[in-house]
């Protein structure tokens, strides 16, 4: 079944807090409490499993999202009820992390530490802060262990190493251990070494064994992005030249038209084939060109950005389908990351289109949420995109209601500026924290 034949009868015309808000009520319906404190249900829905492999801990599809989204709503509407499921569900992620083996960023333990240094941060709880700097310290004396200097899997990409490295930052500078960020350049030099940075050869689901993506979750432009964050930090050339690199891989793929342009999800087979979310599209490849006009200032790079943005607004979408955008919703390759995007672009720039775009796009993601049974909002997708049969509404943040959410809570927070609040984003978003721009500050 499709997701049009899921829509509600009536389009629906919520502003993003009030559908925001309607997300946090499903999602709280999903709750399950032991003695250790709270995780949500991947999928509540008896008519459908997950569209991943349960993974009860992350930040892609459990409990570590869900908690940050929590955060957000209560900084949003001021509402203790929301601080208190964020504090049950991080007690529950600081109790149990030990259980986890893996390390990345989206589905193991680096998420994790995200999400408990952000509620500790929030709530005011310094044992988070505790446990989330042991969790920086197991991810370290792992990258240690193997006597090579410091590297975890060595797949460069965000959903590898990558993100590893990106969350150690993040570690450093809010825990103030140098260590992390140590550990951190020494693994990104190696990264840097690398012929063109990011490569990967069909070790995706799906994928030809000799294909090569230059996307933002698993491909070049992440990997790039990764570098130009650590030249931001250290200064350090090698860092900016590899970087620079990799960009240039990616333009060369890229498909340029009348001051647009789209990227190929994977060389040299799928040219034509241009997503337009987060993972491996133009939402997300998008942030790497950001990165490199923060840390470097060459207007080019800027340039490229609005270029990619102006080929997702060509497209037609979200009124047009296309083969890029199909039926779906969350972060990872849907809606929700698009106006992620469209929001950072705004706080950015102040150009006015960007904001109302986001709008566009968050009005179109409304009007798909379903409600059938009064338990609150949620989306029913196609997550992948050559099972369009396999439809299901998830719980988590980058699959799920959760993302979609906090991504409806961001434009909300573009959208008052007398109101300025912090927004959380993850280390591989470089927009401001604040999405609003300077001249709405002063």
């Known amino acids: ?22 997300t946090g009520r499903w999602i709280r319906s ?3 409490d032991d003695a250790h404190g709270r995780s949500w249900q991947a999928n509540p829905d008896t008519r459908g ?47 149990t992390w030990r259980e986890q083996d893996d390390l990345t960023l989206y589905h193991g333990l680096t998420g ?8 500790g941060w929030t709530l005011g709880e310094a044992d988070f802060d505790i446990e989330a700097a042991a969790i920086a310290d197991l991810i370290v004396s792992r990258g240690r262990a193997g006597g090579e200097g410091v590297t975890w899997s060595r797949d460069p990409a965000q959903r590898g190493e990558g993100g590893i490295i ?21 693994a990104g030099l190696r990264i840097a070494r690398l012929p063109v940075p990011g490569h990967e050869f069909g070790d995706c689901a799906d994928l030809p064994v000799d294909a090569v993506t230059p996307g933002f979750l698993a491909g070049t432009a992440g990997t790039a992005y990764l ?20 960009a240039a891989f990616v333009r060369e793929v890229s498909v340029v038209t009348g001051g647009c342009a789209s990227v190929p999800h994977h060389v040299p ?63 990872c390759c849907g809606t929700a990351g698009m106006i992620e995007l469209f929001v950072g672009l705004y706080a950015a720039t102040g150009e006015e289109f960007h904001l109302e775009y986001a709008r566009t796009l968050a009005a179109d993601l409304i009007g798909r949420a379903t409600d059938p049974d009064g338990r609150g909002y949620r989306w029913y997708q196609a997550y992948r995109r050559l ?13 799920g209601a959760a993302g979609i959410g906090a991504a409806l809570l961001h434009l909300d927070a573009a959208g008052r500026p007398g109101q300025p609040r912090r927004v959380i984003l993850l280390p591989d978003n470089p927009f401001p924290a604040i999405p609003l721009p300077t001249s709405a500050l002063r």
């Open 1 to 22: 079944m499709s997701l049009d034949e899921r829509r509600a009868s009536s389009a629906r015309a919520d502003a993003p807090l009030t559908a925001a808000i309607m």
């Open 30 to 32: 999903a709750a399950l």
């Open 49 to 95: 499993g997950s569209a991943v492999t349960p993974q009860p801990w992350s930040l892609y599809s459990g409990a570590a999202g869900v908690v940050l989204f929590f955060l957000e709503l209560a900084a949003a509407t001021g509402h203790e009820a929301y601080l208190e499921d964020a504090r049950a569900g991080a007690r529950r992620l600081a109790a």
């Open 112 to 119: 994790v530490m995200l999400a408990l240094m952000e509620a």
């Open 166 to 186: 990106l969350g150690l930052l993040r570690a450093a500078a809010h825990l103030g251990v140098r260590a992390y960020e140590e550990a951190a350049v020494e």
């Open 227 to 246: 570098l130009a964050r650590l030249y931001g930090v250290t200064g350090e050339p090698r860092f900016l030249s590899a970087a620079r690199s990799g």
């Open 269 to 331: 087979h799928a040219r034509s084939l241009h997503y337009l979310g987060f993972c491996s599209g133009s939402a997300g490849v998008a942030r790497m060109f950001y990165e490199l006009y923060r840390v470097g200032g060459d207007p080019g790079d800027l340039e490229w950005v609005e270029r990619l943005a102006r080929g997702i607004v060509r497209s037609g979408v979200p009124h047009r389908r296309t083969e890029g955008y199909w039926n779906v919703a969350c972060q």
């Open 387 to 399: 099972r369009p049969g396999e439809v299901t509404a998830d719980t988590g943040y980058m699959v």
